[in-house]
């Protein structure tokens, strides 16, 4: 198969899902093309990010709408994985979920031609070669995920998806009137939809005018700031990733705020060269205003799918100051922390399948004492949390490192002094949540032991193995000619 | 688009802003499509295919997604009008405030014609500030329709045009977008018996 038609392949398979899933008979049936969709789905998504991966930025394949670049491959496998897992883990989630927004019969069906038409457009965002198309994708991934938000249909649910649709909408109107600011600035680049390519940007920006592509960026990135949620702009954040479903959680956390930051990064990349400092200014005090926000929040008794949103928030601010600072350490590092936060963070979500099942009061309470009458849920609880603070030898201390380092290596010494205390504060906040979740007292199972706990716990065991690889390839990641392409171009 | 023009969107947005019935505030979102849809039409000229879609914006701005939101409306019965946070007075000195400031705040965005380029922010604004204080969840939706009308306008001001592909795939997803924003605004007045979003206030830390 050639580039082009693995890659309309791998959006028309989730699309083809979409709308094949709708009249299934019974849930089973639903349930059954779920699993060959997402696997036949992942395969092709996976082939294409290794095709990414191998390419050197400038013999990157393209096609009409697409670039198989580096760093589109980097969050394609993530994307790919984590919406595999997450279909794979949806239906130990459905059997329990009952009548929510849809009536009870029909759950299954729209439930998954929603979650195959978010993937789709999660898909499409990394493979994307031009501004414009991205934001179209964006728009799209925000109707699709909204439904699966207020999936519950709970009042709480329905708040939070309201909350999401609203803010996230409004942002990225802030962001399409960037979008037509910077057509205008890039007016002699070239003409029609190719004007906003990546690449045609990055070689007219020099020539835009500074004042008017400044406007442009700030536009652009804080309307992506709402949908990434980046403080101060992260209010339907919390709510929403704690009302989801959890596999719905873990795509919104796991692979949609990363694909948004990847979007933002390119859009860096790309005018740099007519913004200079101003832009990585810009990504840096979003990203020391999140760590500020959500530390706090880390400390705090909160239930177990609130406190992995904040953590959600804590991470996206790591990951602009890795792409502000935008040394090679700090480059390798941001690689590095979006794969280990993205496996952990979905594990952690999909924790919360058996936790809520056996400890439904988990949902509004921190969980307590889980080691002591769920061995595997708390064994899975602890490969995610202690991996999201940052303990020693996982990916993300190491990532951190590197951050914090290359932030050093572009003289703003202090910007990563004040980020290493409030990453510390941050860990030391999780890894008390994780004590007290799995040695406190006063936890007492409200069910008898779930199903859903062992394959949750296989899930985990995968993760540990995939987190320890990624440790150990994490000190070939600097100098690399992967880190280099991510260095240069972004994509 | 002449500058007339543009202060008649900036009042209509005002409107919105104002009015307490939903369906005033729809007339006036409808209008503001109209108003654009027009200049749109006559900027597109004798091109063929910028003409064609200019008309078929203008009859799903301001016809298909009014009346979409007017049927949302009739499904949604109110027993009275839901009590605003804030008095009239203050509502429109916040929305004069915030347009005031985004236009100040905006630096030359590069357009031939400043009224729009000045017209485009204050609309964006006005419509983040609209979502902000209004209670209903119908007029929320609304306040995202004024913004969205605000950069139509930069938009249709932009010398040749925005690419035909864009306006229509912005034209997409703002359907999308609206049609789910209307099947909340629907579940939510199922749930809490109003689309007083106020009412929903159980997420806090």
């Known amino acids: 198969m050639t580039d082009s038609a693995l890659a309309f392949a791998a959006l028309a398979l989730p699309l083809a899902a979409a709308l094949l899933v709708v009249p299934m008979p019974t849930p089973g049936a639903a349930d059954l093309l779920n699993r060959v969709a997402s696997a036949l789905t992942a395969a092709i998504a996976l082939v294409l990010a290794a095709i990414a991966l191998a390419a050197a930025p400038e013999t990157a394949a393209r096609g009409g709408w697409y670039v198989l670049d580096p760093a589109g491959g980097v969050f394609l496998a993530l994307v790919a994985v984590v919406g595999l897992a997450s279909a794979w883990v949806s239906p130990a989630y459905l059997r329990h979920a009952g009548r929510g927004w849809f009536s009870a019969r029909g759950s299954h069906s729209w439930y998954y031609a929603a979650f195959y038409l978010f993937w789709s457009a999660l898909l499409a965002l990394p493979l994307t070669d031009n501004l414009a ?19 519950g249909g709970s009042r709480n649910a329905l708040e939070a998806g309201w909350k999401y649709v609203v803010l996230t909408t409004l942002g990225l109107a802030v962001a399409l009137f960037g979008i037509v600011v910077l057509f205008v600035a890039a007016d002699g680049a070239a003409s029609g939809l190719d004007r906003l390519d990546w ?12 004042q008017a592509t400044l406007a442009a960026f700030v536009l652009i990135v804080a309307g992506l700031a709402c949908k990434i949620g980046w403080a101060p702009v992260h209010n339907w954040l919390p709510d929403a990733h704690s009302e989801a479903p959890p596999p719905v959680s873990a795509m919104l956390s796991a692979a949609l705020l990363p694909t948004v930051l990847l979007i933002a990064w390119r859009t860096e990349l790309a005018l740099e060269p007519a913004l200079g400092d101003a832009a990585r200014s810009l990504l840096i005090g979003f990203g020391l205003l999140s760590l500020a926000i959500a530390v706090p929040f880390l400390w705090r008794p909160l239930p177990w799918k609130r406190l992995l949103a904040y953590s959600s928030l804590e991470h996206m601010g790591i990951l602009a100051l890795g792409i502000g600072f935008g040394t090679p350490l700090a480059i390798a ?40 009458d769920s061995p595997q849920t708390a064994a899975a609880m602890s490969v995610s949390l202690a991996t999201l603070a940052g303990l020693p030898p996982s990916p993300i201390f190491v990532s951190e490192v590197m951050i914090l380092l290359g932030g050093m290596d572009a003289g703003l010494t202090a910007v990563s002094a004040i980020a290493a205390v409030l990453l510390a504060l941050g860990f030391l906040g999780l890894a008390h949540a994780l004590l007290s979740g799995l040695l406190g007292e006063g936890g007492r199972p409200q069910r008898p032991p779930s199903r859903t706990a062992r394959p949750v716990a296989r ?33 | 688009m002449s500058a007339a023009a543009i202060a008649v969107l900036i009042a209509l947005g005002f409107g919105v802003m104002a009015v307490r019935r939903r369906s005033l505030a729809t007339l006036l979102v409808a209008a503001q499509a109209l108003l654009l849809g027009v200049a749109a039409l006559s900027s597109a000229g004798g ?35 839901v009590a605003p946070a804030t008095t009239v007075v203050s509502r429109t000195l916040v929305a004069t405030v915030v347009a005031l400031l985004a236009v100040a705040a905006t630096p030359a965005l590069g357009l031939a014609d400043p009224a729009a380029e000045h017209g ?29 009308n605000g950069i139509y306008l930069l938009a249709i001001s932009v010398p040749g045009g925005l690419p035909i592909v864009i306006e229509l795939g912005v034209l997409f997803d703002l359907v999308l977008v609206v049609t789910v924003a209307a099947a909340f605004t629907q579940k939510i007045h199922g749930e809490v018996g109003t689309g007083d979003t106020d009412l929903l206030r159980g997420l806090r830390d």
């Open chain 1, 133 to 151: 198309l991205a934001w179209l994708l964006l728009e799209a991934t925000t109707a699709a995920s909204a439904l699966l938000v207020a999936f």
């Open chain 2, 120 to 148: 485009a922010v204050a609309l964006l604004g006005l419509g983040i500030a609209i979502v902000a204080m209004r209670r209903p969840a119908l007029l929320q939706v609304l306040g995202i329709l004024v913004a969205e």
């Open chain 2, 47 to 81: 091109h063929r295919a910028g003409f064609l879609a200019a008309g078929l914006i203008l009859l799903v701005r301001a016809f298909a997604l009014p009346l979409l939101l007017a049927l949302t409306r009739r499904r949604t019965p109110e027993p009275g009008l």
């Open chain 1, 199 to 210: 690449g045609v940007l990055a070689r007219g920006a020099a020539a835009m005018p500074p």
């Open chain 1, 333 to 372: 590092g941001v690689v590095l922390h979006v794969a280990g936060h993205g496996i952990a963070k979905a594990l952690g979500f999909y924790v919360a399948i058996p936790l809520l099942r056996r400890y439904p009061a988990a949902a509004g309470r921190p969980a307590r004492g889980v080691a002591r």
């Open chain 1, 459 to 491: 899930l985990a065991g995968a993760a540990a193995v995939a987190l320890l690889a990624l440790s150990a390839i994490a000190y070939a990641l600097p100098g690399s000619d992967l880190v280099e392409a991510l260095t240069r171009s972004g994509g």
